[in-house]
Each structure stands twice: as structure tokens, then as C-alpha cells.
């Protein structure tokens, strides 16, 4: 197996990461859910039906982090987010029945270069979650805290680790 050279500032960056990505996580609690009449589930299902309604929750909100941003082109957003323009086009045309993809939400959140408060938000109208136990959403969080906007550093380091790529190279890395 061939070794990969690494420059001093790749070297660094993945030493970074690796301290972060070592640091102690903070575990979960999972609640017991699913039996007739518990409230949680009838609270759930109440809640779902009210997000049925909100079609373009997502859509809403990249447009919304645009605005907060100054950023006056769609042009600007998904080339930063290593996305293309039909993958946006779908996203800005989405409806309840279709959400993007976690690493299309990721992308987004790295080239709107959002605050981990922006990109919680960003991931929770996609349906998701920005985490604290999952290897795509710890690598997310550092980039975020770190401030280094660029999707292609952030696919270096998912890269080199052997996950799975965000934007477009998730869907052609195989």
C-alpha cells in the first residue's frame, strides 16, 4: 500500500483533528419510547403532522443564512458548497416529501460558512442532526469551531480517514 506524503500544513491539520476528534464524548440519552398512550409518542406524531406542513422549511432557511450573509447569488453558495447547480436547483425546489442528502446539509453548512448554531438550524430543517457521536458530524463541528470554510480541506481529512466525502465527491467517490 502506497503511503501518502502529506504537507507540513496537511500534517497539522489532520494532527488537529485527530486531538479533537480524541477528546471524550458526551453520551446520549435514549428515552423508552413507542408504547400505547405514552406522551412522548402522541407528542412526536403531533409534532410531525405540524412539520408536514412546512414545505419549504429548509429551502427557507438556506435562503434566510443567504440573506444574514449578504450573499446575493445562488451561484456563490453551491460552488462553495461543492455542489452542483442541479443538485441546489432540487434543494431551492424542495418539497416535504424529499430531503437532501446529510453530506449535501454538511456542504451547505461549510460553504455558507455558518456558526454552529446556523448549521444546527441548517441541519434541522433538513431533518438532521449535527451531532457529537457521529465521525461526519464531529469532523462538521471542528470545521465549524475552527472557522475553515473550505469543503475540499474537509474531504481531505474524511479522506484520509476512510468516511465518506461531502458534496458532490460523496456521490462520486466508489
Not at 449535527?130 to 461526519?136: C, P, R, V
Amino acid at each position: 500500500m502506497e503511503e501518502k506524503r502529506l504537507t507540513r500544513e496537511q500534517q497539522a491539520l489532520l494532527d488537529a483533528l485527530d486531538d479533537y476528534l480524541h477528546q471524550p464524548v458526551k453520551e446520549a440519552v435514549h428515552h423508552v419510547f413507542g408504547d400505547f398512550g405514552d406522551p412522548l409518542t402522541e407528542k412526536f406524531i403531533a409534532e410531525e403532522e405540524k412539520n408536514q406542513d412546512e414545505r419549504n422549511r429548509f429551502r427557507d432557511c438556506v435562503i434566510k443564512l443567504m440573506d444574514k450573509k449578504g450573499i446575493k447569488k445562488f451561484s456563490d453558495v453551491y460552488k462553495a458548497a461543492c455542489i452542483s447547480k442541479y443538485t441546489f436547483s432540487r434543494i431551492m425546489n424542495y418539497d416535504k416529501d424529499r430531503k437532501p442528502a446529510k453530506e449535501t446539509v454538511a456542504a451547505l453548512a461549510i460553504g455558507l460558512k455558518c456558526t454552529m448554531d446556523e448549521a444546527q438550524e441548517l441541519y434541522h430543517a433538513a431533518g438532521f442532526h449535527l451531532g457529537t457521536t457521529d465521525f461526519l458530524d464531529r469532523v462538521i463541528g471542528f470545521f465549524i469551531r475552527e472557522k475553515r470554510y473550505s469543503v475540499n480541506e474537509v474531504n481531505f481529512c474524511l479522506d484520509y480517514f476512510g468516511a465518506s466525502l461531502i458534496g458532490e465527491q460523496s456521490r462520486d467517490r466508489g
